[in-house]
């Protein structure tokens, strides 16, 4: 039986240049232009029309290209139930989590391709920030026993943190390699008694745009930690003629919190889809 549903190989990626950059997020576009890890699937392996983008963190789905068309959406709903989510279960995956280029995509995903199923969904908000805005915005003041690092090579050489397994397992949920990261991406983070408290990263990267990662551990939020990173992350974005790019659930309140204080300004919305494996 002939073949509907197609994965390319990494170098075929960039087949899907035309279809992914009719989109507004960076996550698609990163991987397509092999800067991040992930899968692609696709209707036709010359000239794709419709795709599926598995990021290669395990973080989801994305779907971009044509949402209208029937025998794709047809192949990809049989592909998904007897190939995708096997191997999602295998990889200790629990959920099946996914979004798209276009809210067109939203009435095939609940009535074709997911029909039947118990869906949830969410929405992301996603902020930009300009030189102009992050002028006017101050720096909060950290307790002086902590101190702002950029994340190096040799910092993750060093023998002196006692936890650098937290930075080391962030760049590895985003990227192919520690040399990927240095290379496309930065970071820094807080140091508290030789622990790293508080990171913020490159996550995903697409030409001069970079997608912030933040996280810090529970027992040092609420100090402004987090703000403190961003503002290094931001000012070495500008200095390197960089665009900050910050996407966050609408109900993670702190985060979308964070961002306003530092002057980012709500860009666009999206939804996404999720439901139990």
């Known amino acids: 039986m002939k073949e509907l549903i197609y994965e ?20 698609g576009k990163a991987i397509v232009a092999g800067i ?23 973080d989801g789905f994305i779907f971009v290209g044509d949402s209208k068309s029937a025998s794709f959406n047809k192949e990809i709903k049989q592909y998904i139930e007897k190939v995708i ?8 995956m629990r959920w099946f989590e996914c979004i798209s280029d276009h809210p067109s995509w939203y009435l095939t995903f609940e009535e074709e391709i997911f029909n039947g199923r118990n869906l949830e969904t969410w929405n992301q908000f996603v902020y930009t920030l300009s030189p102009i805005e992050y002028e006017s915005v101050r720096v909060p003041e950290i307790d002086r026993e902590y101190t702002v690092q ?34 496309n991406g930065m970071g820094y983070c807080i140091l508290h008694d030789n622990h790293i408290v508080s990171v913020c990263m490159t996550g ?3 030409k001069n ?14 100090k402004k930690l987090a703000q403190n990173a961003v503002h290094s992350f931001v000012e070495n974005c500008f200095i390197n003629g960089f665009i900050p790019y910050w996407d966050c659930m609408e109900v993670n309140y702190p985060s979308n ?20 494996l």
């Open 257 to 276: 919190a964070v961002a306003k204080r530092i002057g980012f300004k709500k860009e666009f919305s999206y939804k996404g889809y999720e439901f139990e």
């Open 85 to 92: 989510i096997p191997q999602a279960k295998e990889l200790g």
């Open 204 to 206: 995903f990267r697409y």
């Open 150 to 183: 950029k994340i190096t090579i040799d910092m993750l050489n060093a023998n002196n943190i006692n936890n650098l397994k937290l930075v080391e397992t962030k760049i590895m949920e985003f990227w192919g390699s520690a040399n990927d990261f240095f290379e």
């Open 209 to 222: 745009i970079h997608g912030i990662d933040i996280e810090t551990i529970g027992s040092y939020q609420g």
């Open 8 to 27: 390319l190989e990494k170098k075929h990626f960039h087949r899907c240049n035309d279809i992914v950059n009719r989109g507004v997020n960076i996550e």
């Open 36 to 58: 991040n890890p992930g899968r692609i699937f696709v209707d036709n392996i010359d000239k794709p029309r419709s795709a599926v983008i598995w990021q290669g963190n395990l």
